[in-house]
T-cell receptor
Framework: QKEVEQDPGPLSVPEGAIVSLNCTYS??????FMWYRQYSRKGPELLMY????GNKEDGRFTAQVDKSSKYISLFIRDSQPSDSATYLC?????????????FGTGTRLQVFP | NAGVTQTPKFQVLKTGQSMTLQCAQDMNHEYMSWYRQDPGMGLRLIHY???????DQGEVPNGYNVSRSTTEDFPLRLLSAAPSQTSVYFC???????????FGPGTRLTVT
């Protein structure tokens, strides 16, 4: 079983839709949760970074963490064609004297006009 | 700031050839990492460094070497290229321990 599971998609939605992207994880030691956006042929760029359970909002994006269920989500409101990209979840923890950062495999999102 | 830069953008190698992928950052980050990204596999850590002179292996280190002589640079060396090393390689950097990583644009490597 992978430590982080993410549905690869693709997910295709019309412009203006609310998008929900999700990841589950198995290691309860993970403390930091991130969402990266990766456009085609580009490097991943950080979208959201959260530490605690609950919601964090940034413009049209909301990151949600449920540590009890080991489940994180990214919601995109009023989705735009420019949101078409692959979204990777990532999570990290300290283990002894090292950090461990694990990425999901990414969900490809396409928003059509 | 240029952020994280990588060269070359594309490279084709024959099996058995060696080469070095360059990575540099101008953010004075202590941590630097190399990942490879393959379809369905996500980002997998090859090697990382927590500071100049200190490197360690990640999840898939075989066939790769790294060194870190300066804070800014973290080159990745392929010793004897194999078709299984065909991938997109990303370099990333971050401040000590924070895990919020900044990625370079990637190098697309094909080994024939």
């Amino acid at each position: 079983q992978k430590e982080v599971e993410q549905d690869p998609g693709p997910l295709s939605v019309p412009e203006g839709a609310i998008v929900s992207l999700n990841c589950t994880y198995s290691n309860s030691a993970f403390q930091y949760f991130m969402w990266y956006r990766q456009y085609s042929r580009k490097g991943p760029e950080l979208l959201m970074y959260t530490y605690s359970s609950g919601n964090k909002e940034d413009g049209r994006f909301t990151a949600q963490v449920d540590k009890s269920s080991k489940y994180i989500s990214l919601f995109i409101r009023d989705s735009q064609p420019s949101d078409s990209a692959t979204y990777l979840c990532a999570m990290s923890a300290y283990f002894g004297n090292t950090d461990k950062l694990i990425f999901g495999t990414g969900t490809r999102l396409q928003v059509f006009p | 700031n240029a952020g994280v830069t990588q060269t070359p953008k594309f490279q084709v190698l024959k099996t058995g050839q060696s080469m070095t992928l360059q990575c540099a950052q101008d953010m004075n980050h202590e941590y630097m990492s190399w990942y490879r990204q393959d379809p369905g596999m996500g980002l997998r850590l090859i090697h990382y460094s927590v500071g100049a002179g200190i490197t360690d292996q990640g999840e898939v280190p075989n066939g790769y070497n790294v060194s870190r002589s300066t804070t800014e640079d973290f080159p990745l060396r392929l010793l004897s290229a194999a078709p299984s090393q065909t991938s997109v390689y990303f370099c990333a950097s971050n401040l000590q321990g924070a895990s919020e990583q900044y990625f370079g644009p990637g190098t697309r490597l094909t080994v024939t």
